[in-house]
């Protein structure tokens, strides 16, 4: 007779999310406007799970239009209703109705986000989501000393659209950063890169790669990728440019500067 032992399965928990969709004011490259909002934040706020778990969303409308909420690049395993395109897998939640999205995370980890997902409110609604592996999983790569999600976006004053991106962050000299990048722009491929540093690229959409280092990033439209930064082993005394820029072959009417967030260094202990 033979006695085997085998690990128990680890089970996911459920997590709960509560999403009000409402109007607030949001000051962006010296113009205000009502904006479309996801619990009065833009960008909207952070969903953080892991494989397996199962996450549990209620979206309550505020808004005079109708709304729906997408969960791009989920699986949506038998739960296909809960994918969040309007008139496609789901009527739009109506102005003062609620709906509760219902689904599992199988088989993905990684960088995600969530985004609205009818007519143009995607410009303003949309956060990130964030995957970690199972308990006792670790990423095949070591562990960053922290990981910071960063969302490029676009702003639209009135005809004119510049791209948006706010990462302004401060890091520690000698440790590693997982960079989450995420892509939420409606039309634009964007380019990104951090001055005189250099990015190893270990993951896009939730699936590893071989890692392979690169100076600029180049990130189309709902894509993520999640890059490692090394900061220098000393001091720089200098600050240093984050910097994104849209793909662009032609004339186009949009400002196609580059923006620009700053990656700084805590000062040494004296």
Partial sequence: MIFCLYPEPVLGITRHYKFNIKLQN???????KSTVSVNGQFPGPRIAAREGD?????VVNHVPNNISIHWHGIR???????????YVTQCPIQTGQSYV?????VGQRGTLFWHAHISWSRATVYGPLIIL???????PFAKPHKEVPIILGEWFNTDPEAI???????????????LRLINAALNDELFFSIANHTLTVVETDT????????????IAPGQTT???????PRYPNATFFMTARPYVTGHGTFDNSTIAGILEYELPPP
Avoid: M
């Avoid at 949001?26 to 205000?32: A, D, F, G, I, Q």
């Avoid at 199962?54 to 209620?58: D, E, P, R, S, T």
């Fill in 207 to 218: 699936v590893y790669v071989k890692p392979f280092e690169t100076e600029t990033i180049l």
């Fill in 101 to 105: 999205y219902n689904f599992t995370i």
């Fill in 26 to 32: 949001v000051t962006c490259l010296c113009h205000t």
């Fill in 76 to 86: 949506q395993l038998r739960s296909g209703w809960a994918d969040g395109p309007a």
């Fill in 133 to 139: 592996p199972k308990l006792g999983v670790t990423y």
């Fill in 54 to 58: 199962q996450l549990l969303i209620k």
């Fill in 164 to 178: 948006l991106a706010r990462p302004s962050r401060q890091v520690k000299r000698g440790k590693t950063y997982l």
């Fill in 226 to 232: 999640n890059v490692l930064l090394k900061s220098k």
